[in-house]
Protein backbone atom coordinates (compact mmCIF):
# COMPACT_ATOMS: atom_id res chain seq x y z
CA UNK A 1 0.00 0.00 0.00
CA UNK A 2 1.21 3.32 -0.78
CA UNK A 3 2.77 5.54 1.75
CA UNK A 4 0.14 8.00 1.13
CA UNK A 5 -2.75 5.43 1.31
CA UNK A 6 -1.59 4.32 5.11
CA UNK A 7 -0.99 7.33 6.57
CA UNK A 8 -4.64 8.75 5.22
CA UNK A 9 -6.25 5.45 6.67
CA UNK A 10 -4.67 5.72 10.09
CA UNK A 11 -5.89 9.33 9.86
CA UNK A 12 -9.14 7.85 9.47
CA UNK A 13 -9.23 5.56 11.94
CA UNK A 14 -7.97 8.05 14.88
CA UNK A 15 -10.75 10.35 14.10
CA UNK A 16 -13.26 7.61 13.90
CA UNK A 17 -11.91 6.26 17.37
CA UNK A 18 -12.46 9.71 19.04
CA UNK A 19 -15.47 10.97 17.29
CA UNK A 20 -17.24 10.32 21.02
CA UNK A 21 -14.70 12.43 22.97
CA UNK A 22 -16.23 14.81 24.76
CA UNK A 23 -13.05 15.62 27.14
CA UNK A 24 -12.35 19.45 27.76
CA UNK A 25 -15.35 20.22 25.98
CA UNK A 26 -17.17 23.24 27.49
CA UNK A 27 -21.15 22.66 28.34
CA UNK A 28 -23.72 25.11 29.21
CA UNK A 29 -26.50 23.72 30.26
CA UNK A 30 -29.80 26.10 31.26
CA UNK A 31 -32.48 24.74 33.74
CA UNK A 32 -29.08 22.56 35.37
CA UNK A 33 -30.09 21.98 38.37
CA UNK A 34 -33.28 20.15 37.53
CA UNK A 35 -33.68 16.45 37.31
CA UNK A 36 -32.56 16.09 34.00
CA UNK A 37 -30.11 19.40 33.43
CA UNK A 38 -28.74 17.58 36.87
CA UNK A 39 -28.59 14.14 35.71
CA UNK A 40 -26.74 15.68 32.25
CA UNK A 41 -24.05 17.83 34.11
CA UNK A 42 -23.19 14.61 35.79
CA UNK A 43 -22.94 12.52 32.88
CA UNK A 44 -20.76 15.23 31.24
CA UNK A 45 -18.45 15.43 34.32
CA UNK A 46 -17.71 11.71 33.74
CA UNK A 47 -16.92 11.91 30.44
CA UNK A 48 -14.57 15.22 31.33
CA UNK A 49 -16.27 18.04 30.09
CA UNK A 50 -16.52 21.68 31.53
CA UNK A 51 -19.56 22.14 32.67
CA UNK A 52 -21.41 25.68 33.32
CA UNK A 53 -24.89 25.47 35.23
CA UNK A 54 -27.48 28.25 34.55
CA UNK A 55 -30.32 28.31 36.42
CA UNK A 56 -32.68 31.35 38.72
CA UNK A 57 -32.00 29.92 41.89
CA UNK A 58 -28.58 30.56 43.61
CA UNK A 59 -29.20 28.60 46.53
CA UNK A 60 -29.99 25.47 44.17
CA UNK A 61 -27.12 25.98 42.21
CA UNK A 62 -24.87 25.68 45.37
CA UNK A 63 -26.50 22.73 46.12
CA UNK A 64 -26.13 20.91 42.74
CA UNK A 65 -22.34 22.00 42.44
CA UNK A 66 -22.24 20.38 45.82
CA UNK A 67 -23.89 17.03 44.76
CA UNK A 68 -21.94 16.96 42.13
CA UNK A 69 -18.65 17.14 43.44
CA UNK A 70 -16.53 18.49 41.12
CA UNK A 71 -13.77 20.96 41.01
CA UNK A 72 -13.98 25.13 40.38
CA UNK A 73 -12.01 24.28 37.19
CA UNK A 74 -14.40 21.96 35.64
CA UNK A 75 -17.97 22.84 36.98
CA UNK A 76 -19.39 26.69 37.95
CA UNK A 77 -22.96 27.50 38.77
CA UNK A 78 -24.50 30.85 37.32
CA UNK A 79 -28.05 32.75 38.38
CA UNK A 80 -29.67 34.24 34.97
CA UNK A 81 -33.09 34.28 33.67
CA UNK A 82 -32.94 32.57 30.28
CA UNK A 83 -35.81 34.37 29.53
CA UNK A 84 -34.02 37.85 30.14
CA UNK A 85 -31.37 38.64 27.30
CA UNK A 86 -29.22 40.62 28.90
CA UNK A 87 -28.70 38.04 32.06
CA UNK A 88 -27.74 35.41 29.54
CA UNK A 89 -25.36 37.33 28.23
CA UNK A 90 -23.57 38.17 31.17
CA UNK A 91 -23.72 34.39 31.89
CA UNK A 92 -22.12 34.02 28.40
CA UNK A 93 -19.49 36.81 29.14
CA UNK A 94 -18.66 34.72 32.41
CA UNK A 95 -17.84 31.16 31.10
CA UNK A 96 -16.00 32.72 28.07
CA UNK A 97 -13.77 34.44 30.36
CA UNK A 98 -13.25 31.54 31.99
CA UNK A 99 -12.68 28.30 29.22
CA UNK A 100 -12.59 31.00 26.23
CA UNK A 101 -14.93 29.05 24.30
CA UNK A 102 -18.69 27.16 24.41
CA UNK A 103 -18.73 23.64 22.47
CA UNK A 104 -22.08 22.57 23.79
CA UNK A 105 -25.60 24.33 24.80
CA UNK A 106 -28.04 22.23 26.31
CA UNK A 107 -31.67 24.15 26.73
CA UNK A 108 -33.30 21.97 29.44
CA UNK A 109 -34.92 24.84 31.59
CA UNK A 110 -38.72 24.52 30.83
CA UNK A 111 -41.50 24.06 32.63
CA UNK A 112 -45.42 24.48 33.34
CA UNK A 113 -47.53 26.39 35.74
CA UNK A 114 -51.01 25.37 36.82
CA UNK A 115 -52.93 28.65 34.99
CA UNK A 116 -51.87 26.91 31.83
CA UNK A 117 -53.45 23.68 31.94
CA UNK A 118 -56.84 23.02 32.10
CA UNK A 119 -58.25 21.34 35.59
CA UNK A 120 -60.28 18.26 34.89
CA UNK A 121 -63.33 19.99 36.39
CA UNK A 122 -63.15 23.41 34.49
CA UNK A 123 -64.47 24.66 31.29
CA UNK A 124 -62.29 24.79 28.16
CA UNK A 125 -62.39 28.72 28.24
CA UNK A 126 -61.09 29.56 31.27
CA UNK A 127 -57.59 29.30 30.61
CA UNK A 128 -55.35 31.84 31.94
CA UNK A 129 -54.36 34.04 28.90
CA UNK A 130 -51.34 35.46 31.25
CA UNK A 131 -50.37 31.71 32.87
CA UNK A 132 -50.34 30.50 29.01
CA UNK A 133 -48.18 33.58 27.88
CA UNK A 134 -45.48 32.64 30.40
CA UNK A 135 -45.50 29.40 30.28
CA UNK A 136 -45.11 30.05 26.64
CA UNK A 137 -41.67 32.46 27.52
CA UNK A 138 -40.65 30.32 29.33
CA UNK A 139 -40.13 27.06 26.93
CA UNK A 140 -39.61 28.55 23.84
CA UNK A 141 -37.81 32.43 24.66
CA UNK A 142 -35.76 30.70 27.06
CA UNK A 143 -34.19 28.45 24.60
CA UNK A 144 -34.41 31.18 21.86
CA UNK A 145 -32.52 33.85 23.93
CA UNK A 146 -29.30 31.45 24.81
CA UNK A 147 -29.65 29.60 21.43
CA UNK A 148 -28.66 33.30 20.17
CA UNK A 149 -26.76 34.14 22.88
CA UNK A 150 -24.35 31.14 22.54
CA UNK A 151 -24.83 30.49 19.25
CA UNK A 152 -22.98 33.96 18.04
CA UNK A 153 -19.81 32.61 19.87
CA UNK A 154 -20.02 29.23 17.89
CA UNK A 155 -20.19 30.41 14.73
CA UNK A 156 -17.26 32.67 15.42
CA UNK A 157 -15.35 29.15 16.45
CA UNK A 158 -17.07 27.05 13.58
CA UNK A 159 -17.35 24.84 15.76
CA UNK A 160 -20.68 23.75 18.43
CA UNK A 161 -23.84 21.60 19.54
CA UNK A 162 -27.38 23.28 20.12
CA UNK A 163 -29.18 20.54 21.94
CA UNK A 164 -32.61 21.71 22.67
CA UNK A 165 -35.55 19.93 25.15
CA UNK A 166 -38.99 19.17 23.33
CA UNK A 167 -41.47 17.10 24.40
CA UNK A 168 -43.86 14.03 23.30
CA UNK A 169 -46.38 16.71 23.86
CA UNK A 170 -45.46 18.20 20.30
CA UNK A 171 -45.92 14.95 18.82
CA UNK A 172 -48.90 13.80 20.42
CA UNK A 173 -51.40 16.15 21.66
CA UNK A 174 -52.03 15.66 25.56
CA UNK A 175 -55.14 16.37 27.19
CA UNK A 176 -55.19 19.39 29.50
CA UNK A 177 -51.80 20.85 28.84
CA UNK A 178 -52.16 24.08 26.69
CA UNK A 179 -49.20 26.28 27.10
CA UNK A 180 -46.76 23.68 27.42
CA UNK A 181 -47.38 22.01 24.41
CA UNK A 182 -47.80 25.42 22.45
CA UNK A 183 -44.09 26.33 23.70
CA UNK A 184 -42.69 23.04 22.75
CA UNK A 185 -44.15 23.17 19.67
CA UNK A 186 -42.70 26.03 18.50
CA UNK A 187 -39.33 25.40 20.37
CA UNK A 188 -39.36 21.81 17.79
CA UNK A 189 -39.51 24.30 14.65
CA UNK A 190 -37.40 27.09 16.07
CA UNK A 191 -34.89 23.88 16.15
CA UNK A 192 -35.28 23.41 12.54
CA UNK A 193 -35.17 27.05 11.22
CA UNK A 194 -32.13 27.66 13.43
CA UNK A 195 -30.40 24.95 12.41
CA UNK A 196 -30.88 25.19 8.58
CA UNK A 197 -30.22 29.20 9.02
CA UNK A 198 -26.72 28.65 10.58
CA UNK A 199 -25.55 25.74 8.36
CA UNK A 200 -26.76 27.91 5.10
CA UNK A 201 -24.86 31.67 6.71
CA UNK A 202 -22.06 30.44 8.58
CA UNK A 203 -21.48 26.66 7.30
CA UNK A 204 -21.93 23.40 8.53
CA UNK A 205 -19.76 23.13 12.00
CA UNK A 206 -22.15 24.72 14.07
CA UNK A 207 -25.44 22.07 14.43
CA UNK A 208 -28.64 22.53 16.02
CA UNK A 209 -30.88 19.80 17.01
CA UNK A 210 -33.45 18.35 19.81
CA UNK A 211 -34.41 15.40 21.71
CA UNK A 212 -38.04 15.05 22.65
CA UNK A 213 -38.47 12.98 26.16
CA UNK A 214 -41.43 10.75 26.54
CA UNK A 215 -42.42 10.84 30.76
CA UNK A 216 -39.74 11.08 32.70
CA UNK A 217 -40.42 11.71 36.41
CA UNK A 218 -39.71 14.94 37.92
CA UNK A 219 -40.41 17.62 40.27
CA UNK A 220 -43.24 19.30 38.37
CA UNK A 221 -45.11 15.98 37.31
CA UNK A 222 -44.59 13.76 40.22
CA UNK A 223 -47.55 13.75 41.98
CA UNK A 224 -49.88 14.13 39.02
CA UNK A 225 -48.29 10.50 37.77
CA UNK A 226 -47.36 8.79 40.71
CA UNK A 227 -49.04 8.73 44.31
CA UNK A 228 -47.72 9.21 47.59
CA UNK A 229 -47.17 5.53 47.22
CA UNK A 230 -45.40 5.08 44.16
CA UNK A 231 -47.94 3.08 42.72
CA UNK A 232 -49.47 5.13 39.27
CA UNK A 233 -52.68 7.49 39.57
CA UNK A 234 -54.82 7.37 36.39
CA UNK A 235 -53.12 9.54 34.27
CA UNK A 236 -50.36 7.71 34.88
CA UNK A 237 -51.90 4.44 34.52
CA UNK A 238 -53.11 5.61 30.67
CA UNK A 239 -49.37 6.78 29.79
CA UNK A 240 -48.13 3.63 30.21
CA UNK A 241 -50.85 1.98 28.72
CA UNK A 242 -49.55 4.19 25.62
CA UNK A 243 -45.65 3.20 26.30
CA UNK A 244 -45.15 -0.23 24.87
CA UNK A 245 -42.32 -0.35 27.10
CA UNK A 246 -44.59 -0.20 30.01
CA UNK A 247 -42.57 2.35 32.38
CA UNK A 248 -41.43 5.85 32.71
CA UNK A 249 -38.02 6.79 31.41
CA UNK A 250 -35.33 7.60 33.71
CA UNK A 251 -33.30 10.72 33.24
CA UNK A 252 -30.36 8.61 32.96
CA UNK A 253 -31.79 6.98 29.71
CA UNK A 254 -31.34 10.98 28.05
CA UNK A 255 -27.36 10.80 28.34
CA UNK A 256 -26.87 8.13 24.70
CA UNK A 257 -28.56 10.65 22.74
CA UNK A 258 -27.28 13.60 24.31
CA UNK A 259 -24.02 12.23 24.25
CA UNK A 260 -24.39 11.80 20.30
CA UNK A 261 -25.77 15.11 19.44
CA UNK A 262 -22.68 16.64 21.51
CA UNK A 263 -20.08 14.84 20.10
CA UNK A 264 -18.76 14.86 16.68
CA UNK A 265 -20.09 11.30 15.42
CA UNK A 266 -23.39 13.51 14.64
CA UNK A 267 -21.24 15.85 12.63
CA UNK A 268 -23.77 15.79 9.39
CA UNK A 269 -26.78 15.46 12.06
CA UNK A 270 -28.73 18.64 12.25
CA UNK A 271 -32.77 19.97 12.37
CA UNK A 272 -33.34 16.70 14.00
CA UNK A 273 -35.82 15.72 16.57
CA UNK A 274 -34.58 12.64 18.26
CA UNK A 275 -37.97 10.89 20.57
CA UNK A 276 -36.59 9.21 23.57
CA UNK A 277 -40.12 7.96 24.77
CA UNK A 278 -39.68 4.00 25.51
CA UNK A 279 -41.94 3.72 22.22
CA UNK A 280 -44.83 5.73 23.14
CA UNK A 281 -44.85 8.22 19.52
CA UNK A 282 -45.24 5.08 17.65
CA UNK A 283 -47.72 3.31 19.20
CA UNK A 284 -51.05 4.02 18.07
CA UNK A 285 -53.16 2.17 21.24
CA UNK A 286 -54.04 -0.89 19.46
Known amino acids: MPQQAIESSKHMQESNSNIFDLTNKVAVITGGTGVLGFEIARYLLQQKAKVALIARNEAKIQQAIQQLKASPENCIGIQADVTQKAQVTAAATRI ?3 WNKV ?3 LNAAGGNTPGAVI ?3 ASLFELSIADFDEVLKLNL ?3 LIPSLVFAQHMCEQKNGSIINYSSMSVERAITRVAGYSAGKAGLENFTRWLACEIAQRYGEGVRVNA ?4 FFLGHQNRSLLLHSDGTPTERGKKILEHTPMGRFGEASELNGAIHFLASKASKFVTGTVIPIDGGFSAFSGV
Not at 211 to 214: A, D, E, L
Open 96 to 98: LER
Open 103 to 105: DIL
Open 119 to 121: APE
Open 141 to 143: QGA
Open 211 to 214: ISPG
